[in-house]
């Protein structure tokens, strides 16, 4: 090797080592930006209280209106007409709803009338509501479900995933309306976990199924009643072991005891927002803090649910880092039958639907099937249950 042989060399050695460093130095950059959370963005979600259990909640694309069409004045809080005769009317900012939920049929909740003129002068909306209320309504626009009492069911409506869980009414206000089809919704919005509870019992039996624990909900809209034996006293703790307390936003007051409740609530929830008057609203930004407790330690794949299930499952996993996923179905022959995800996704939580369809579109018969996760090496997989 001749002189000029060995300074080619040994400059081809200090690009490549130089090279190395740059990439190592580019590396470290970028994982310390993720370790940080800044390099997460996320929308902020808009939750503004209409009345009663009335809600509009915006991530700036999708809207979803909640318990909130009426066409008489409910005698709780109620909002001024003209705001009324926009959301009737479908008029702007409630000109393009994708999504009506209705959690009961109580008059306090919603008009027949009026849920009737708003779905007529919306087209794109679709409207979700127990059977007893859905049956006031007809065409494609109604979402037909019926999860039974303790059962839920999770779908994806206009882009919107929610799953809907059948939860027993409150029967501890004087009254017994334990008989009442009541839904809670799980809205997945702009990011955020959003579960609305109507007027819910706030047992410990009334929740139990569902495992709210394990489903990270970013706000819970819960109603606030003076009853001395509703959630306010005797339940707070069965609802604080499923929702952590500072994310709780209290709605649903009664005009004559706004005082008194909102100091029971600063006191059992400190950091909750409380709804007092029409219009006001809340916005949700994740800062860059939370997103790094969020973020999770490993991979992991959760069971599906509902299951069994019909027509729809939900199945969640976890990134503890920015990842190509592949999440694929099988049958019991060991044939693969649907590719549900195959893409790169940032670090956090994630769920995807199936629908019980393979990748032609055919709905599969019952069974049971697995769903496999691959990650980098990381496999895990999973049994579930289709019933036709
Ligand atoms: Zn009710």
Same mark, same amino acid.
């Given at each position: 090797?001749?002189?000029?042989? %060995?300074?080619? @060399?040994?400059?081809?050695?200090?690009?490549?080592?130089?090279?190395?460093?740059?990439?190592?130095?580019?590396?470290?950059?970028?994982?310390?930006?993720?370790?940080?959370?800044?390099?997460?963005?996320?929308?902020?979600?808009?939750?503004?209280? *209409?009345?009663?259990?009335?809600?509009?909640?915006?991530?700036?694309?999708?809207? @979803?209106?909640?318990?909130?069409?009426?066409?008489?004045?409910?005698?709780?809080?109620?909002?001024?007409?003209?705001?009324?005769?926009?959301?009737?009317?479908?008029? !702007?900012?409630?000109?393009?709803?994708?999504?009506?939920?209705?959690?009961?049929?109580?008059?306090?909740?919603?008009?027949?009338?009026?849920?009737? #003129?708003?779905? +007529?002068?919306? =087209?794109?909306?679709?409207?979700?509501?127990?059977?007893?209320?859905? =049956?006031?309504? +007809?065409?494609?626009?109604?979402?037909?479900?019926?999860?039974?009492?303790?059962?839920?069911?999770?779908?994806?409506?206009?882009?919107?995933? %929610?799953?809907?869980?059948?939860?027993?009414?409150?029967?501890?206000?004087?009254?017994?309306?334990?008989?009442?089809?009541?839904?809670?919704?799980?809205?997945?919005?702009?990011?955020?976990?959003?579960?609305?509870?109507?007027?819910?019992?706030?047992? @410990?039996?009334?929740?139990?199924?569902?495992?709210? !624990?394990?489903?990270?909900?970013?706000?819970?809209?819960?109603? #606030?009643?003076?009853?001395?034996?509703?959630?306010?006293?005797?339940?707070?703790?069965?609802?604080?072991?499923?929702?952590?307390?500072?994310?709780? $936003?209290?709605?649903?007051?009664? /005009?004559?005891?706004?005082?008194?409740?909102?100091?029971?609530?600063?006191?059992?929830?400190?950091?909750?927002?409380?709804?007092?008057?029409?219009?006001?609203?809340?916005? $949700? #930004?994740?800062?860059?803090?939370?997103?790094?407790?969020?973020?999770?330690?490993?991979?992991? *794949?959760?069971?599906?649910?509902?299951?069994?299930?019909?027509?729809?499952? #939900?199945? &969640?996993? &976890? *990134?503890?880092?920015?990842?190509?996923?592949?999440?694929?179905?099988?049958?019991? *022959?060991?044939?693969?039958?649907?590719?549900?995800?195959?893409?790169?996704?940032?670090?956090?939580?994630?769920?995807?639907?199936? &629908?019980?369809?393979?990748?032609?579109?055919?709905?599969?018969? /019952?069974?049971?099937?697995?769903?496999?996760?691959?990650?980098?090496?990381?496999?895990?997989?999973?049994?579930?249950?289709?019933?036709?």
């Amino acid at each position: 090797m001749c002189f000029k042989e %060995v300074m080619i @060399v040994k400059i081809f050695r200090m690009t490549v080592l130089l090279f190395c460093a740059i990439l190592l130095a580019a590396t470290r950059g970028n994982s310390k930006n993720m370790m940080d959370g800044e390099t997460q963005s996320q929308n902020d979600v808009t939750i503004t209280y *209409l009345q009663n259990d009335g809600v509009l909640i915006s991530d700036g694309t999708h809207k @979803v209106l909640i318990d909130a069409i009426f066409n008489f004045a409910s005698g709780w809080i109620n909002l001024n007409a003209a705001e009324a005769a926009k959301i009737i009317n479908a008029q !702007a900012p409630y000109d393009d709803i994708d999504l009506v939920l209705i959690t009961h049929n109580h008059g306090d909740h919603y008009s027949p009338g009026a849920v009737n #003129t708003h779905l +007529s002068n919306n =087209a794109n909306t679709k409207l979700i509501a127990p059977p007893p209320v859905a =049956a006031n309504f +007809s065409g494609t626009q109604i979402v037909n479900i019926n999860p039974a009492r303790g059962q839920s069911q999770a779908l994806t409506v206009n882009g919107i995933e %929610v799953e809907v869980l059948h939860l027993r009414h409150f029967d501890a206000f004087g009254n017994d309306f334990s008989g009442v089809q009541n839904f809670g919704y799980l809205v997945k919005i702009g990011g955020k976990n959003i579960l609305h509870l109507g007027d819910v019992d706030m047992t @410990v039996q009334n929740f139990q199924n569902f495992g709210l !624990a394990q489903k990270d909900i970013d706000f819970a809209l819960i109603p #606030t009643f003076n009853a001395p034996a509703h959630f306010m006293t005797s339940h707070r703790d069965a609802l604080n072991s499923q929702i952590q307390p500072a994310n709780i $936003i209290a709605l649903h007051l009664l /005009s004559g005891s706004i005082t008194s409740i909102r100091q029971q609530v600063n006191s059992l929830y400190p950091g909750a927002t409380i709804f007092t008057t029409p219009l006001q609203s809340v916005t $949700i #930004t994740v800062t860059s803090v939370s997103n790094e407790e969020q973020r999770p330690e490993r991979f992991s *794949l959760g069971q599906n649910y509902p299951n069994p299930f019909n027509p729809t499952t #939900t199945i &969640e996993y &976890e *990134l503890p880092l920015d990842s190509q996923v592949m999440l694929q179905i099988y049958n019991l *022959l060991g044939q693969r039958i649907r590719t549900l995800l195959n893409q790169s996704q940032s670090a956090g939580m994630h769920s995807v639907v199936w &629908e019980g369809r393979n990748d032609l579109g055919q709905t599969v018969s /019952s069974g049971i099937y697995i769903y496999k996760i691959q990650v980098g090496s990381f496999t895990e997989t999973h049994k579930m249950v289709f019933l036709q």
